[in-house]
């Protein structure tokens, strides 16, 4: 029985979650209601509130179930050992970005940054920064990898490289997201800028040829 409750209690949390996802893109996040989400799930008020507490916690469930989902498939989307750093943390973003606008619309996700304040020390919020941290674990993965076939130095620290890479791509999400103007492209170039001018203050400066 408690098998058979527990698969319940995660179909009806599915359930909540793709009803949730269908109406804010359809009516958007301000005028989707948690009676509404309740409705669509064929489930009550209650329940919705029991399992997430507010609409911005069923928000941040949505995105957290989608992050398991990028997850899964982004290292095999990565390209292989032929990538340089630049190019590697370039595809990295690529596939955030690309996947991010699969699930939700810009106006959508701006509401996720604010869910994050408001949900601030609760478990869908610790459970959306974990999913951070193992994000850019793939990039960590990824840089010791090249580390250990000689292609970075040894000097470096892999750990606080992919950190400070996935925080940099993810501060120009941000940027993408809070404005209209903002196109992919134009990201993708600035992110780019960002981490060639970055790398290029390790390099050795030349010598005067006079």
């Known amino acids: ?82 990538a340089d750093l630049v190019e590697l943390t370039l595809a990295f973003a690529h596939e955030i970005m690309e996947h991010a606008m699969q699930t939700l619309e810009k106006e959508i996700w701006r509401q996720v940054i604010a869910a994050v304040t408001i949900e601030a020390g609760t478990q869908l919020s610790k459970a959306y920064f974990k999913l951070d941290e193992q994000l850019a674990s793939v990039l960590v993965r990824r840089i010791e990898a090249m580390q250990r076939d000689g292609r970075l130095s040894a000097d470096l620290n892999p750990l606080h490289l992919g950190r400070a890479l996935f925080q940099l791509q993810n501060a120009r999400f941000i940027q993408f997201i809070s404005t209209d103007a903002a196109r992919r492209d134009d990201i993708e170039t600035w992110l780019r800028n960002d981490i060639v001018a970055l790398f290029s203050v390790t390099l050795p400066v030349s010598a005067d040829p006079s």
Do not use: C, W
């Open 1 to 82: 029985m408690s098998n058979l409750r527990a698969q319940q209690k995660k179909d009806r949390r599915n359930r909540i979650v793709t009803s949730a996802k269908e109406l804010f893109r359809e009516k958007g996040y301000d005028k989707t209601t948690i009676e509404a989400i309740a409705v669509a799930a064929g489930v009550s008020g209650v329940t919705v509130h029991n399992y997430y507490g507010t609409k911005a916690g069923v928000l941040l469930a949505l995105v957290i179930e989608s992050d398991k989902q990028l997850l899964e498939r982004l290292d095999a989307r990565l390209p292989g050992k032929e």
